[in-house]
Structures are given as C-alpha cells and as structure tokens.
C-alpha cells in the first residue's frame, strides 16, 4: 500500500519538475525583452501592441478580429496581444483594467464607453492621453460626428477614438404576435401601456421580455427618456434640472408600472434570453439597445417577419446612444505601436471592417452604405437627423461611480416597490457623485 | 442473534438513500456531459433532459483545439504550486510540531489565520506588489500566489499529522545526534506521505480551480483553463454544446485525481491529517 | 517536548555544551519557517493593513487618495439599505448552507458507516463536487435552477414536472427574500462531501467497544448516536462549523456564476467587488472588505484560542 503510494507520489514529483522546467522556458521567452519598469505584463517587445477589452465572443469579439485584420495588413510588423477578458458585462475585465491602472501597469489602450465613463474615470485619474495631434493628423475633426467630440474632450483635449454607435432606446417586437393581437407599433408611452393590457388579457403573462438587473436599468434609462423627454433627461446630468421633481417622480411612476408587464423571472434571464422570448411570441416586446439586432440575424430570423422595431414608445426623434472607443494609455509601454492601433481603428476601412460584423453603425459619418444592413442603414439615417442623447446605462451621461449608486437604487426599488424610497436615493447619489 | 438480524436489515436501506443521494451528486455532471454530446441545433434549455440524437465528440475536439494550451498552462502553474507548497507545508509543519522555539505557539495561529482572509480584500495591493517585484503578467505570479496563500492550509495540515506522531520517535534520533535537518529527512519525510497526498491534492484543486487570481495576474498567453473557458462563453450566441465539453475538460484533471487518489484524501484524513 | 526550557539569554556563552546545542537547532527552526512567515506577514498582514487604511480614507474614484475620513465609511455603511440586505442574506445563505452540509453530510457519513459494500465509491461519488470550480458548473447550475413557470418550465422544474413531482416545483433563486436559500443548494452540493469525509473520519475514531457497551446496556441504535456518538463528534461539528461558517461569509463565485450581480442576492463580498471595481469607491469597498474580516476573525479567532489552548491541556 505504503510502496504504492510512494510511487504515486514520485510520478507527481517527476511531473513537478519537468513541468517547472517547462514553465521557466517560456517564462524566459517573455520576459528576457522586457525593457521598462513596469510593463511586465505588456512585455515591451518591439513592435507589439497589447489592447484590452471586454470583446471575447459573437459578434464583437468577430467585429474586432476584422479589425485587427486590417490593422495587419497595414501595419504587418506589430504583433496585437488581444488582452480580452470575459465574464459579466465586463465585471471581471473592468476589476483586471483597474488593479492594472493602480498597479501602474497599463494595457497599451483599452476600450471605453464615450462620456463621462471616459472623461469621468480615467481622464479625471489622469490615466490616458490627449490624441489630437492624431485627430489633425488624420483629419478626423471632419468625418467625426460633431455631437460625439464635445463628449470624449475635456478643456479642449480630445481623449479617445470612437468605433462605433450604438442606439439604446429601440423596441423589438414580434410582428405575428401584433398581428394577431391587432395591435399597432405603439409610439406613446400610453399607447404602450394599452398595447400590453390588450396582450395581458389576451392571456399573455409577461407581454415585455426583460433580462438581469443591467437591462432593467437600460429600460429604466429608456423609459425616463419617454417620460421626461430629451430636455428634461438631459438637465438631470448637466446640472441644470432637478433629481427631486415632480417629473422624476412621474417618469419613475411610469418605469413601476412598465415593470407590472415583465417575466417574473427575469433576473435569470440574460439580454439574449429576453430577446428569444420575443421570436418565440412569448413575449410581445423587448426593449434593449441594436445588439440585439445582431443576435436575431445569427439565430436566422429575418428582419420584418421575424422581428420589428421602432423607437422605444415616447421617444421617437430621440437617438440615445452609447459608443465604444479606444484610449492611449499614458506611459503606454508600447506608444508608437499603440497610435498605430488607434489610426486603424479610426480610419475608414478598419470601421467599416468592424461595424458590419459588430452590428453597429460607424462612429465616423462617411461609412459605405452598401455594407450595412436594412437596421444599421435606419439607424444611420436616424443618427444624421435625430436629436441625440446619451445612455446612462452605458457610460454616456454619469461618471462610473454615480451609475453604480443609480443602479444600487434600482435594485433596492425592484425588492421593496418603493418610489418615494428610489426617488430619495437618486436625489443622494446625484449630490454625492454628480 | 436479533441485533445482527437488525443490522443486516439496515443494511439493506441503506442503499436507498445513498442511491438517492448519488443521482444528486451526479446530476450536474449528467447535464454536463449531455449537452456536451449534442449538436449546437439539440441544445436548448427546453430539451436538457433529453438525450442527444446521435453521440458527437466534435464538440469536445472543438473544445479541445480552443483550450489545449491553456489546459497546459494550468498544468504549468499547478504542478509546480502544488509541490513547492506540499514542501513549504512539511517544514512548517514539522518545525512547529517536532522543534519548537520560543513563540512558537504565536507563529502557528498568525499563519493560521492567513487561511480565513477574504481574498477580495488583498487583491489591490497584491497586483500592486506583483508588477513591482516583476512576476505580474507570468505563471509564475500564480504559482507564489497559491504557494503564499497555501502557507496556512498546508502548514496546519503538516503540524496535525506530524503532532500525532510520537516524541519517543525523534528523541531517540536526537539522543543520537541527529540534528534538525537529518530529523526530517530520515524519519518524518518518509513517515508523511498521507499527508502529502492529502495536502497535494488540496492545493492541486486550488489551484486549478482558481479562477480570480489568475484573471488578474497572468496576461493572455499564460491564462490557465479556467480563465480561458470563461472568456468561451461569448457575449452573443453561445455554443452551449462546446461550452460543457470544454467545462467537462477543464473538471477531467481534478475529477481524476479525486477518483483515483479519493481514498488515499480519504484515508489521510482519517489518520488525523485534518481533524484541525 | 522541553522547548519552553530553553533560555532567551541567546548571547550568554556560558551555558553548558548540551543547551547550546538546542539553542542552536531551535534558531534552525526558526529560519526553517521564516519564509513562511515573512511571505504571511507581507501577503495577509500587510495587506490587511494596507485594507485598513484605505478603509479610513475618502478614496473615491481610479485616483488614490489618502485623506483620513475617520469611521465615516463604517458609519455609512451601518446606514446603507444594501448593506443590510447583505447582511441578512449572509445569514439566510450561512444558516441553510452549514445546515445543509452538517445534516447531509452527517447522514451519509452513519450510512457509510454501516460497513456497505462499494463504500469507497460512494465515498469518492460524494467527494467529488469538492474537484470542480463553479466556473465550470456555474453554467450547469444556473441551468438547472432555472426560475420559468408555465410553458417555458425547464431545468429541474421541468425534471419535477415529468416526474409528478409538481409541488416542488419553485422559483428558485428569483424568490422574493429567500432566494437566496436557493443559492446555497450548489454550494451544499459541492461541500456536503466533505462534511461527510471529516465525519466519517470522526466516526472512525470512535472505538466499536464504545457502541458494543451502549448495545449491551440496552441502548437502542437512536440512543447510542444521540447519547454516545454525538457528543463524541463534538469536535469535528465544530471544526466543520468554522470550515462551512467562514466559506459562507465569503461566497462570492457561485452567486455571480448562478444569478450574476443583482441587489436582492447581493452578499457583503459582492458589494465590495462591485463598489470597488464598478464605482471606484474604494474607501467604501475596503470598508467591507474589513467587516467581513473581522466577522471572520468573530468566528475563527476564538476557536483558534480554543482548540490550541484543548491542545496544549491535553
């Protein structure tokens, strides 16, 4: 028994060693070049570039690789260490972006939601770059959106490159399950709330599908827009309206009454879940930012017979966007190589390489139409003509911190029901952290 | 007569329950393995119960090109923990139960202590101290991180066995001049072999299992499974089918080791290895 | 062993031959472990302290910022809505989880102790949830819990309702105020086996002659575990009590893993994890980093003292 064990053990040991063996070998291959004092982790080989983001799977982690594509065909000599990390909307990514910023050990360039995400975060930590020696090199400042600059600039320095535009405030809905309900696309907030009772007695349980607590707070950010309307969304982040009104109060009455309409079990439910309900025709409708465009094409429903959309109901004019950019790290281990990052992934053919596959339109105005899809060719006339406002959900209008105590709230308001409570609680996250 | 009659009688029954009981156990395995074995169509939460049409392990070779070299790093950075905290464990464990110096019995709980941190509470200052010592980014930041943090464990599960052990046992060597070194290596080592297992077998799971450190401390090349079958599961579409073959390999290595090696934890710990 | 002996006058010279022989193995020991106990102090303690300072401090946002609020988060943090609901599904999750495990595992450890055949496979069978990570069957789990009534019944629902088994079916973890418990079957799952492999080493200990004098004084099989096993198990209930006790105050991966992060199963650990690295507030989350510590250090420290002090007696 004893003698078997021990032989157990020294095969253990013996893999131990050859192991160890193997493990400084590699060890040995990426560090021996490492030349800075803190860029382990980024190796400071010449020519590559380390980039992190939260994109590692379907359609995104798809739309970078052809990005990266084009980045290496224009720039063949820089290896492109994809530093993506998954896992809950970015929970773990953001934990490792932020242990590496503290540690002083920063990815070359890393993705960022445009807004106050950006210019409330890592601008005000003083952690990225200004790039407008790349926007006048590059003659960005025309083909960028004028809407768009004001927000990723901070006293007249511009921070990031945009990839791409996203809109939040879209409905998706089942047209067989309108039909055969006889209902219309409803376009006021009154009219959705009629659509749903006629759906509810028609026996349908949960007539709206939604998903786990972010999307709950995406359809709050919506329904806020449809209630208060774009002026009056806007003055809550700019200081100039007022968290304790009786319009806040309203439009918080009106997200209580939406939530009678949901599943029950919609803190189980993912965004791609809600939205399968909706080409199931167990649900009528799902409100969620154009994403979920991209997941009804890949699981081949068509667009018009499989699924609709329109506007979230109240806010139709309205464009509530959100964008992804790229950043330059300051004391990035690997500038050079990083700026030639960002020029790929603002030029034209690296955002036309990545939207398509993405399933979003191209920050830059002067996309190729042909590339694009029914949706992102509606989307894209709507973004020209729209009024446009930002997202809270997705890091437009509110800094990191005062969206992490809007959403504590939400979820204290999901348990107790309470909107005086909720209300209150809004009022002392904006005084805190507005 | 009667009381071995009632003793046979229970032991019948006592099939019942524990069969019960095993189908739990197994469950999540089965699920596993049965989607694991399905095509992408088959897959649907409505159908888990159902078993797959025809047995395909495409699935679990597709899983297997997406995580082979990160199944290696897990090895890379296991293997070695594992030993040198095996190692680390017995010395502290022998000094503080076979040859104790003054404050002994104040080293033991600080060590001790170290066991019960939780770990969300240490993780700044550890990628801070990582990146300065030069290591972030390697396996081998992995490998000190579950060494240092397998100090405890491994240490109270060293002391326990060898305190069990009798004094007359090292007296003996001492009174023949043996010194601390020759101690060890002649007479406790060879003793210590169900703890090693014990212990081995604990910081191996560990550190396989780790899923936290390693998101934090290694960079892409060197991700073990762990990480790399989190960043499987897309943000869109998820090929729920490759997804549980490649959760299947990532368990295979630990499953293993506690199939096969199950008894001799089993057994280690029976011989007061960890009665803590 | 004689250590307490040994003399602190290290420089004296004068002690006779065979003291110093000890002194100076005894500094052997001390070096043997000094390693260990170095990379313990930097690693925990300092790190600790480090927590606690920033614990005290108004650092809010990516930059570090040191200035000394006093108690002012922990004072927050005894008024934060959250935080309470925090803290009473840690007690809801602790209560069902270290229940769960002793009373299984308990169960399975006496009917393994009956002398079966196959026994070193249920043994293994029950152990190995213990191998494997809830990243891996966080998915599995969160299949198998999932909370859909009516037509889109699924998981173990569905499993209930093919069985007609249709009372048990539940909505699991998206129960208003006790999903929570809901959350701790997973983490039974995987911890009752070992639960039952501390008490199966404990029921071994036990010697038959014990059971055999209870059998002959009339006890019945009932009398003998309440009366004689039980109290003899004391130890072990104990220590599996710390091992379950403090996990649970630290669970973390399996909620993210089965339900992600909402505030009706939210838990101290997650908190800190999501006010950390969500919201930069950082004061705030090494505030809750050091309550949880020291609920730890509630539990552990005592039994600690205790257990060593049994030892020393004994």
């Known amino acids: ?282 649900s009528a409708f799902n409100i969620m930012g154009d994403w979920q465009e991209g997941f009804f094409r890949e699981i081949g ?82 973004w020209a003509s729209d009024r446009v406002v930002g997202s809270l959900t997705h890091g437009v209008v509110a800094n990191d911190s005062w969206k992490s105590e809007i959403n504590t709230a939400m979820g204290l308001f999901l348990l107790d029901g309470d909107v005086a409570a909720f209300q209150t609680a809004l009022v002392a996250a904006a005084e805190a952290s507005g | 007569m009667t009381a071995i009659a009632g003793v046979h009688r229970s032991r019948k029954w006592v099939y019942i329950p524990l069969t019960m009981m095993a189908l739990f156990y197994l469950l999540p395995m089965f699920v596993m393995l049965n989607t694991g074995f399905k095509s992408f169509d088959e897959v649907s939460l409505a159908t888990m119960w159902k078993l797959p049409s025809a047995l395909s392990v495409d699935n679990f070779r597709l899983a297997w090109e997406a995580l082979h070299p990160n199944l290696w790093n897990s090895v890379k950075i296991v293997v070695p923990a594992a030993t040198i905290s095996s190692f680390l464990g017995s010395i502290n464990g022998y000094v503080l139960s076979k040859w104790k110096f003054r404050g002994a019995n104040v080293v033991f709980p600080l060590l001790l202590f170290g066991m019960f ?29 579950h060494v240092i943090y397998g100090i405890p464990i491994t240490t109270l599960i060293f002391r326990n066995y060898f305190a069990a052990l009798p004094e007359s046992l090292i007296e003996a060597a001492k009174v023949d001049g043996a010194g601390i070194w020759q101690v060890y290596s002649r007479i406790l080592l060879p003793l210590s072999i169900p703890a090693f297992v014990v212990v081995y077998i604990w910081q191996f799971t560990a550190a396989w299992n780790d899923f936290l450190f390693a998101v934090l401390l290694t960079s892409t090349d060197n991700w073990p499974v ?30 293993l080791i506690y199939i096969f090696l199950g008894r001799y934890f089993l057994r280690g710990m029976m011989t007061g290895a960890l009665k803590e | 062993m004689t250590t307490a002996e040994t003399d602190i ?15 100076m193995e005894n500094w052997w020991g001390v070096l043997w472990v000094l390693p260990s106990l170095l990379a313990v102090m930097i690693f925990v303690y300092g790190f600790i302290a480090w927590t606690a300072r920033v614990s005290v401090s108004k650092w809010k946002g990516l930059d570090p910022d040191y200035t000394f609020v006093g108690g002012e988060n922990f004072v927050n943090l005894a008024s934060d809505r959250r935080f309470h609901i925090d803290v009473v599904n840690t007690a809801i999750f602790t209560v069902v989880f270290v229940l769960g495990c002793l009373l299984i595992g308990l169960g399975l450890a006496i009917l393994l102790d009956k002398g079966i055949r196959a026994e070193g496979f249920y043994r293994s069978l029950f152990l190995f949830p213990m191998a494997i990570s809830f990243i891996v069957t966080g998915v599995v789990w969160r299949w198998l819990m999932n909370p859909a009534q009516g037509e889109r019944l699924s998981g173990l629902n569905l499993l209930f309702d093919n069985l007609g088994l249709d009372f048990m079916i539940n909505s699991w973890h998206a129960t208003p105020t006790w999903g929570i418990a809901a959350v701790a079957l997973p983490a039974v799952w995987q911890m009752s086996g070992y639960t039952m492999a501390l008490y199966l080493a404990g029921l071994r200990g036990i010697p038959e002659a014990l059971r055999e004098a209870a059998r002959v004084d009339g006890a019945s099989e009932f009398q003998i575990y309440r009366r004689v096993i039980m109290p003899l198990l004391w130890p072990v209930t104990l220590a599996a009590l710390i091992i379950l006790g403090h996990s649970s105050l630290k669970v973390f991966d399996l909620i993210i893993a089965l339900a992600g992060k909402q505030v009706a199963l939210d838990v101290p650990a997650i908190y800190m994890w999501t006010t950390t690295f969500d919201g930069f507030f950082f004061g705030r989350g090494a505030a809750i980093g050091m309550v949880l510590l020291f609920s730890v250090a509630v539990l552990v420290i005592p039994y600690l003292w205790y257990s060593l002090r049994q030892e020393a007696e004994g």
């Not at chain 1, 994809?82 to 909307?89: E, K, L, T």
């Open chain 2, 117 to 145: 941190i939780p770990y969300q509470s240490i993780l700044i200052p550890l990628v801070q101290v990582m990146s300065w010592v030069g290591l972030a980014g390697t396996t081998w930041a992995l490998v000190l991180v």
């Open chain 1, 1 to 282: 028994m004893m003698r078997k064990t021990l032989r157990l053990l020294g095969l253990v040991l013996a893999i131990a060693l050859v192991a160890a063996a193997c493990g400084s070998d590699s060890d040995d291959t990426t560090t021996t070049t490492a030349g800075g004092t803190d860029d382990t982790t980024a190796p400071a080989e010449a020519g590559q570039v380390e980039v992190f983001s939260w994109w590692t799977g379907g359609g995104e982690a798809a739309g970078l690789d052809a990005m990266i594509a084009i980045f290496g065909e224009t720039d063949p000599d820089i290896e492109f260490v994809n530093s993506a990390v998954a896992g809950g909307a970015g929970t773990n990514a953001r934990a490792v972006l932020a242990s590496r910023l503290q540690a002083g050990d920063p990815p070359d360039s890393w993705q960022g939601h445009a807004g106050q995400e950006l210019i409330g975060t890592y601008v005000a930590a003083d952690q990225i770059e200004p790039l407008n020696f790349l926007y006048d090199q590059e003659g960005w400042l025309d083909v960028m959106p004028e809407t768009l600059i004001p927000l990723i600039s901070k006293d007249g320095n511009i921070y990031s490159v945009p990839v791409n535009i996203h809109r939040a405030n879209v409905l998706w809905a089942n047209p067989t399950v309108l039909t055969d309900a006889g209902i219309e696309i409803p376009t006021t907030l009154d009219e959705f709330f009629t659509a749903m009772d006629t759906l509810k007695d028609g026996g349908m349980e949960a007539p709206l599908a939604m998903g786990e607590e972010w999307t709950t707070l995406h359809l709050l950010e919506t329904i806020m827009l449809a209630s208060m309307g774009p002026d009056g969304w806007d003055g809550l982040w700019d200081g100039s309206g007022a968290w304790d009104s009786a319009e806040v109060t309203k439009s918080l009455e009106d997200f209580a009454k939406i939530l009678t309409y949901t599943n029950e079990d919609s803190s189980a439910l993912s965004w791609q879940d809600a939205g399968q309900l909706v080409i199931d025709g167990s």
């Open chain 2, 226 to 255: 762990t990480v790399a079958l989190n960043n499987m599961a897309g943000s869109q579409i998820i090929a729920w089918n490759i997804q549980m073959a490649g959760s299947f390999l990532a368990a295979l290595p630990t499953l």
């Open chain 3, 9 to 23: 006058d290290v420089q004296g010279g004068e002690a006779p031959p065979k003291h110093k022989r000890f002194r």
């Open chain 1, 301 to 382: 429903s068509e667009p018009g017979t499989g699924y609709v959309w329109a506007a979230t109901p109240g806010t139709g004019g309205n464009f509530q966007f959100l964008s992804d950019s790229f950043v330059l790290a300051k004391n990035a281990p690997n500038r050079d190589e990083a700026i030639a990052w960002l020029t790929v992934a603002g030029s034209l053919a690296g955002q036309d390489a990545f939207n398509p596959v993405k399933g979003s339109i191209p920050a830059r105005s002067d996309g190729d139409r042909a590339l694009y899809g029914e949706y992102l060719l509606s989307a894209m006339d709507d």
